[in-house]
């Protein structure tokens, strides 16, 4: 079988394994429900085109494992029921690249001329239908949450939605339809890298090519497969939705100022826990944090435990505008930093491939590419913090960063990136001012004396704090200067 041979024999490691994973939730398709009960949504688009040939092998290496030896050679193609929901907005290139291929691959095809939840009503009940493949990958609008067997929504008919390509990156696509030298549209020649309708799908003006007016590049040659969707023009891009929502950067309007600003700060590390290592980093941050005017409303330190971050981030997350984690990132077993994060957010993770490019990138030959955890992210809540100062960016998800220092000078390093950068959302807030006062009175004197000031100036933060007990106690007054160089208190 063609495809099964190009993929076994090319030399792209990660590619095999995403082939072996996808075929192989094709074969149980099969397996699991009756040949004439399992549909294929085809509609002639790359990741369609992708799922094509992976039914093929998978069906292939399906009846080759049920022994159906004698008609091995007769299984050239798969026979699947295949569904297009046909719209009179679609590309005539699409159309015609659809019915060109279900004629090359002996597919018998079911046109339906309504939107999918309508149609999807009337072939069910036309046909008995368990199952239909879907190209829906992860990034999709409509895939967060799916899994590669996922049973339709709630509101639409029953049966079972089967994504053998739901971790399949941008690149993957390409990988494979060039490792196969398969037929895809035409389209996708010229710049476009992802094709909605005629109304709403334009040529990715990241593919443009400057040196010849009105032309662009081919879809494969897109590096940051996030931005496939730049040509859909109705449609927004989540990730830039998010990154203008985030863009208040230290530089920013000065009314950002006037906002008090609270974080929250979680150290991950059974080392800590066991008292045999101290923690440094949380103080330091606290100090940094205190000098750009944010108040730090708690630090917590937390068991290696994927629940004990989850429940601590899920805390801090609504409390605080923002919250740091140290610790527990990389790919030991106790690194689980990044894990509870996802569960705090509710998502799951999902592999990025612009951080996988960088952790290549960092660790050559010892990252092998085909086993991606230190790549997975938290889905569809994900920003990279990048600077040049960084070898491999920050995490963002929300309000939740994940620091990677391990040291006070990494952490300076980390600060200095952070607050360079617009999408850290680290706003300069106004500066505190801080008096310390040193008493030799004893408590029973100076008790109602700070209990007194407490109530006339509630917005000052008064605190005390002694070297020993027999030693002077220190008085320590915090506020804000406003702009007249009187005392605003927080
Ligand atoms: C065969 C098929 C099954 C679908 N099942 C569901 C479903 O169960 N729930 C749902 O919300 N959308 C479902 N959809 C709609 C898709 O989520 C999505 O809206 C559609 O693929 C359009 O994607 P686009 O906006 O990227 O073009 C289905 C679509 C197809 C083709
Ligand atoms: N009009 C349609 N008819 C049949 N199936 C469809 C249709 N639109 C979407 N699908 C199904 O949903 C999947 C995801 O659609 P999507 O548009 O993201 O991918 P694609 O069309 O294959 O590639 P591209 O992202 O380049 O447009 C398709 O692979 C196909 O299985
Ligand atoms: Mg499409």
Not at 97 to 108: K, Q
Not at 191 to 204: E, K, L, R
Not at 239 to 268: D, L, P
Not at 472 to 486: A, C, M, Q, R, Y
């Amino acid at each position: 079988m063609e495809i099964d041979e190009a993929v076994r024999g090319c030399s792209d490691r990660r590619m095999r394994t995403k082939y072996g994973n996808a075929v192989y939730v094709v074969q149980r398709a099969f397996a699991l429900y009756p040949f004439e009960e399992i549909a294929f949504s085809f509609n002639g688009g790359k990741d369609s085109t992708v799922l094509l040939h992976l039914i093929r092998a998978g069906y292939y290496l399906y009846k080759k494992d049920s022994g159906d030896v004698a008609q091995m050679d007769a299984i050239k193609n798969c026979p699947l029921r295949t569904i297009y929901f046909e719209s009179p907005c679609a590309f005539p290139e699409i159309n015609s690249f659809t019915y060109e291929t279900v004629s090359t691959y002996g597919l018998p095809l079911e046109t339906i001329h309504s939107d999918f939840k309508s149609g999807l009503e009337g072939l069910l009940k036309e046909k008995p239908t368990k199952a239909i493949f879907i190209g829906t990958r992860i990034g999709d609008p409509n895939a967060v949450g799916q899994e590669q067997f996922s049973p339709s929504s709630p509101g639409w008919p029953p049966f079972m939605r089967v994504n053998p390509i739901l971790d399949w990156s941008y690149r993957d696509v390409w990988s494979f339809l060039l490792t196969c030298k398969v037929k895809y549209c035409s389209l996708y020649d010229q710049g476009y890298t992802s094709i909605g309708s005629i109304h709403d799908t334009v040529p990715n003006a990241l593919l443009s090519d400057s040196s010849t007016e009105k032309s662009f590049r081919p879809a494969y040659m897109l590096t940051d497969g996030r931005l496939e969707r730049a040509g859909r023009t109705k449609k927004t891009n989540h990730k830039i939705e998010m990154n203008s929502v985030a863009s208040n950067g230290m530089n920013n309007i000065e009314g950002e100022q006037m906002i008090s600003r609270a974080a929250s700060i979680i150290v991950v590390g059974d080392e800590i826990l066991f008292g045999t290592t101290e923690d440094k980093l949380g103080a330091a941050l606290c100090k940094k944090l205190h000098a750009i005017g944010w108040r730090v409303s708690h630090v917590a330190v937390v068991r290696n435990e994927i629940d004990s971050v989850a429940e601590e981030v899920e805390r801090c997350k609504s409390m605080d505008d923002m919250v740091f984690i140290f610790g527990g990132l990389g790919p030991l077993h106790s690194d689980v930093s990044v894990a509870g994060v996802a569960k705090a957010f509710g998502v799951r993770l999902a592999p990025d491939e612009e951080f996988e490019d960088y952790l290549s990138q960092l660790m050559g030959n010892n990252y092998t590419g085909d086993r991606n955890e230190m790549a997975l992210l938290p889905e569809g809540i994900t920003e990279l913090l990048h600077h040049k100062k960084l070898l491999v960016p920050l995490i963002k998800c929300r309000n939740v960063i994940t620091l990677a220092a391990t040291n006070v000078h990494e952490l300076d390093t980390e600060w200095g990136c952070l607050l360079d950068n617009q999408e850290s959302g680290l706003v300069q807030a106004k500066p505190f001012v801080s008096k310390h006062l040193g008493t030799t009175l004893s408590d029973v004197q100076i008790a109602p004396v700070l209990a007194k000031l407490c109530l006339e100036f509630s917005d000052v933060y008064i605190g005390c704090h002694r070297i020993s007990r027999a030693g002077p106690l220190v008085v320590n007054l915090t506020g804000k200067v406003d702009d007249e160089f009187s005392v605003q208190y927080i």
